[in-house]
């Protein structure tokens, strides 16, 4: 036992080691977050481990989740003064869940949980010239990565896995490589005071790429760990008054942290919160200390709960120095729990019921 923590002490240093050293990152694409949700928190987003988009930046989720889930996230860059095109970005997640195994016994009594993730960037059209400044042509530099991910859990332990191939392209030259994602979480949902708080930690793009031409850039090997608390509002409200203001137990509220650490860049600290309010609307803010090309961030969300499963659309507004606002835009859809014993669907004590708790197991 004292020689496996010792290894895995061991490669966290490591790999904290290889994060703090200094140098170009290739396939910066991986590191912006297209997910409005988390967008809007400031990218707080190591521990908020309650819908599809978590496995880009934790992938534990899947091995905490008991839904099935897809979402759809679009971002656009400004353009630029010297005529390039604005850059979008366009990312796809999804979750399938498995139910307990019949009679399972063992640490994992669940087959795990098993996700895809894509993440599309281009950069608009650039223009191709030779000894003139008029174009002979053009082209449209563009990223790619494509992921698998798996999940499974013991108890209120949760560990995740995401391999990813990623290809990129500019002009005639292109670059490929391989990569993997490691996440772990622990809920506490089955200690009294401490329902609610999730905590969890990635280290995110280990990996490898080609060179373009004959030089290659390391790919943005990056370490997170937050934590996040759910709570109700109206708890929160007993304490200052004894009147009922809410009149439901539908108004919540998420506070998460997260300390960032990637490659060439030094740390940061992510804050964000989001409000629910009638079981309908979401309003979210957030902040990133330390980092100097944005700070506060905002966007809401709408939500709306069927018979068929759970639509929810977000929308963040995230403010950057260098290349101006930008907005992002997220399209979810959640549906068919299935029976897992010991998974949590909401982060929030047992006496939540939402529409999506009542929904029809397949």
């Known amino acids: 036992m004292k020689l496996r923590m010792q290894l895995t002490v061991l490669f966290i240093l490591i790999c904290l080691g290889s994060i703090y050293a200094a140098g170009t990152n290739g396939a910066e694409f991986l590191t912006i977050n297209t997910d409005a949700r988390m967008s809007a ?63 399972g016994v063992g640490p994992f009594k669940s087959y795990g949980n098993f996700g895809v993730t894509f993440l599309y960037a281009d950069y608009g059209k650039v223009p191709v010239t030779t000894i003139t400044p008029d174009a002979v042509d053009s082209f449209t530099p563009y990223n790619v990565a494509a992921g698998l991910s798996y999940g499974n859990r013991i108890k209120q332990h949760a560990f995740g896995i995401n391999l990813k191939y990623i290809h990129q392209s500019i002009y005639t030259y292109s ?12 809920e506490f949902n089955k200690h009294k005071k401490l329902k609610g708080l999730t905590m969890g930690a990635s ?33 929160v409200a007993k304490i200052f008054t004894k009147k009922k203001i809410f009149k439901s137990i539908d108004e919540d509220a998420l506070l998460s942290i997260d300390f960032t650490l990637q490659q060439g860049y030094g740390p940061t600290i992510n804050l964000g919160q989001e409000f629910r309010f009638f079981d309908l609307v979401y309003l979210r803010t957030g902040v990133e200390i ?9 966007g809401f969300g709408v939500m709306y709960n069927s018979k068929s499963g759970r639509y929810q659309v977000d929308f963040a507004w ?45």
Do not use: C
């Not at 008991?66 to 796809?92: A, Q, T």
């Open 318 to 362: 995230v403010p950057q120095r260098l290349l101006g606002d930008n907005f992002r835009v997220t399209f979810n859809y959640m549906w068919a729990r299935t029976l897992r014993s010991g998974a949590i669907n909401t982060n929030l004590p047992k006496k939540t019921l939402t529409p999506i708790d009542s929904l029809d197991l397949e």
């Open 290 to 298: 330390l980092e100097t090309n944005r700070a506060f961030t905002a």
């Open 203 to 235: 280290i995110l793009h280990l990996g490898f790429q080609s060179p373009f031409i004959e030089v290659s850039d390391p790919l943005p090997l990056s370490f997170k760990m937050g934590a996040a608390y759910k709570f109700f509002l109206q708890d």
């Open 41 to 103: 928190m400031g990218n707080a987003s190591a521990a908020v481990l309650d819908d599809v988009d978590s496995l880009f930046w934790n992938p534990a989720f899947a091995g905490l989740t008991d839904h099935r889930e897809v979402s759809l996230s679009s971002m656009k860059l400004n353009g630029f003064e010297d005529g390039v095109g604005g850059s979008k970005l366009i990312s796809f997640g999804g979750i399938y869940s498995l139910p307990d195994r019949p009679g």
């Open 175 to 186: 670059s490929s490589g391989m990569s993997a994602d490691l996440g772990y979480a622990y």
